[in-house]
């Protein structure tokens, strides 16, 4: 009765989607735990402080070049949640003498991701995320983004230095494979434009190297079935790898991560990749010529209807096997992460008809 009502509160939509994904998650796994949502709180206010000392150290900089005693600086932040979640795991998990060392790990995959993720935005000329509070020409904008990400990497690499060559060597390897899936960019625009056209070979090659693709060599965090999820590569490519090394960070300084967590946290950000940036930013990437996994559903499949279908369906299989990986590994943050970011989508956004060509 009580998981039957936990479901009816999830379904409510006069409720928070924070609230219904608790709830969502209780009902769907049979797990409740105030605890957990304390250390939710615990993990991102210190979360939260490390990338306000960060900011600081950037805003100072962008006042001296800019001539102003102090300015604001902001950057979307929504990427370090796996580190917020792997932070609020380990203060549950391992003793408390060790949760200072578990911060400064997180500190350095925080600012770690916020690098990595700036110099995607510098590479791709897009600044729109660095937000100051003042007037900027486009000069301007740039200027600030490359001052960002300098001070950004500047501290990575110290912080690395306190750390064995091993936790560097980690981040490389995602590091490298993520740009090396950013180099076929090209090469899958070209196939999309081709399908566009009704290239019958260029629809076979999607499906070939870009749905179903196969690993050069298979990632140990899959298990059998999972390898078989649609996009699985690509998509671990270009998201899943730095999340996967991430925890591996962890690991290389002493931190114990069952393997299910793991999964579930790669699961779950591909799984958000597709079900919320790729779903909301449909019509501008088939506008770009952008091949993702929704824009590829729609090439591929026979209508409209069946291409929204599938992506509702291929969306849901990663965010199911995260919310099981989550409940086996005892994360019930991740559970819930995982319930939020299902109950933050909205496939209402997708037609239902084939888009013209």
Known sequence: MRKRAAGLIAGSELLPTSVRAVFGYYADAGVFDAGSLRLKLRADDAVEEMIREAFAEIEEAIAAEFGYDYVSFEYDTK?????????????????????????????????????GDMRDAINDAEYDDFVVDFETTARDRARIAE??????????????????EAVRAVYDWAVDISEAHQDEDEQFRTL??????????ALAEIERSYKYAD???????????????????TQYDRVGVIYDAMI???????FEIPDAFKRSIVLAIIGAQLWLDDLDDYEADLGDGQLTPVTAEYLLAASGAD?????????????????AEATVAHSTLTGIATEYIYRDGDPGKLPTSQPKT
């Open 248 to 254: 591996e960070m962890y690991r290389e300084t002493g």
């Open 147 to 164: 001052l960002a990400q300098e001070l950004l990497q500047a501290r990575v690499d110290e912080q690395f230095g306190r750390y064995s």
């Open 307 to 323: 291409a929204k279908s599938s992506v509702v369906q291929i969306s849901e299989s990663y965010l199911d096997r995260a919310s």
């Open 79 to 115: 990427l370090v949640l796996p580190a917020k979640l792997t932070l609020g795991y380990l203060y549950r998990t391992v003793d408390e003498s060790q949760h200072h060392e578990a911060e400064e790990v997180t500190r350095l995959a925080v600012e770690a991701l916020l690098d």
């Open 215 to 233: 690993f050069d060599s298979r990632p140990d965090v899959f298990t059998e079935e999972e390898l078989e999820l649609p996009y699985l590569k």
């Open 192 to 201: 999309m434009s081709r399908a566009q056209d009704g290239d019958e070979d």
